[in-house]
C-alpha cells in the first residue's frame, strides 16, 4: 500500500513537474538518441564480440575471454549508453548539477575499469603494439603522470567558467569534456589494472593498492570544496532544481556527495579486491596482474 500510495503521489505530481519544467524554461525529459554516440557504442560492442569471438579463433590470437571478462566490457559500455542516452543525459544537460555529477562518475569510474578488466592481455597488446607506441603509451601510464593527466583533467573541467561553458556548447566542448574524462580515465586506472602482458610499468600488487589509495585524494578534495561551498559555483542550472523539490545549493551538495562517496567507495573496493589477491596469491604470482 505504501509503493501504491507514493506511486500514485507521484502520477498526480507528474501535471505540476511538468508546468514547473515549462516554466523554467526546460523541455520534456526522456531517452536522447544521439546517432554519433549510438554509432559509437555499437562500433565499440561489435567489434569486441567480433575480435574476441570469430577473429580470435580464426587467428589463434590467444586464450578465450572468460565470460566474466566479457561481461565487465559490455557493462562498461552499458554504463556509457546510460550517461550519454538516458534520460541522466537530459537531466545533466538541463536540469540538475547533481545528474551531471552521476553521469560523469559513471564516465570516470564505472566504464573505463570496466573496459580494462574486459580486456584481455593479448587483445591490448594488438591495441598498443610494441615499439614507439608502446613506448609512449607506457610513459603516458606512469603512475605519476597517469595520476597528474586524470585529476588534472577533472580538476579542470570542473572549474566553474570551464564547466558552465562545456554546458553552453553542446556539441563542441561538451563533447571534448566527455571524450577526455573517458580517455583520462583509461590513462588514470592504467597503473593499476594494467593490461599489457610483461610490460615494463607494471606495479606491483602493494603499489597498485598505493596508488589507488593516493587516488582518492584529488577525488575527495574536489568533493569536499563543491560538497561544502557556501556560494553557487555553477549557475548555468538557473533554478530548475525547485522543480524536483531542490534548492539549486541542494542541488549542488547533493552532486558533491554523488562525486564524494562513490567515486571514493569504487576506489576502495578496487584496493581491496588487489589487496586480497595479493594477499592470498601463490608467492610466484603475488606481483602478477590480474588476467
Not at 566542448?173 to 592504467?190: D, K
Not at 542550472?237 to 554523488?258: E, I, K, N, R
Request: hydrophobic letters at 55%; charged letters at 10%; proline letters at 7%.
Amino acid at each position: 500500500m505504501p509503493l501504491l500510495a507514493l506511486r500514485d503521489s507521484g502520477m498526480r505530481n507528474m501535471p505540476e513537474l511538468g508546468v514547473a519544467l515549462h516554466e523554467a524554461g526546460k523541455g520534456s525529459i526522456g531517452f536522447v538518441w544521439e546517432p554519433t554516440v549510438l554509432i559509437g557504442l555499437a562500433i565499440l560492442a561489435g567489434g569486441y564480440a567480433l575480435v574476441v569471438g570469430p577473429l580470435r579463433r580464426r587467428n589463434q590470437w590467444g586464450e578465450p575471454v572468460s565470460m566474466a571478462q566479457q561481461a565487465a566490457f559490455y557493462a562498461g559500455t552499458l554504463a556509457v549508453f546510460i550517461a550519454l542516452i538516458s534520460p541522466l543525459d537530459t537531466l545533466a544537460d538541463e536540469y540538475l548539477f547533481s545528474a551531471h555529477m552521476a553521469q560523469h562518475m559513471l564516465l570516470t569510474f564505472v566504464a573505463p575499469p570496466l573496459w580494462l578488466l574486459g580486456t584481455p592481455a593479448w587483445l591490448a597488446a594488438k591495441i598498443i603494439p610494441a615499439g614507439v607506441i608502446r613506448r609512449g603509451f607506457e610513459k603516458l601510464t606512469y603512475p605519476v603522470v597517469a595520476f597528474i593527466v586524470f585529476n588534472g583533467t577533472m580538476w579542470g573541467w570542473h572549474i566553474p567558467a570551464a564547466y558552465d561553458a562545456a554546458l553552453k556548447s553542446e556539441y563542441g566542448l561538451h563533447v571534448l569534456e566527455h571524450v577526455m574524462f573517458m580517455a583520462t580515465a583509461v590513462i588514470g586506472w592504467w597503473p593499476a589494472l594494467n593490461r599489457l602482458p610483461d610490460a615494463s610499468s607494471r606495479l606491483a600488487q602493494p603499489m597498485k593498492v598505493m596508488y589507488l589509495f593516493a587516488m582518492t585524494f584529488p577525488c575527495t578534495a574536489l568533493a569536499a570544496l563543491i560538497t561544502l561551498s557556501q556560494t553557487r559555483l555553477y549557475p548555468f542550472y538557473g533554478d530548475a532544481a525547485l522543480a524536483f523539490g531542490l534548492t539549486p545549493m541542494a542541488d549542488q551538495v547533493l552532486g558533491g556527495l554523488t562525486m564524494w562517496l562513490p567515486g571514493d567507495m569504487i576506489l576502495v573496493a578496487a584496493m581491496i579486491v588487489i589487496l586480497r589477491q595479493w594477499l592470498f596469491a601463490p608467492s610466484e604470482g603475488a606481483a602478477a596482474t590480474t588476467a
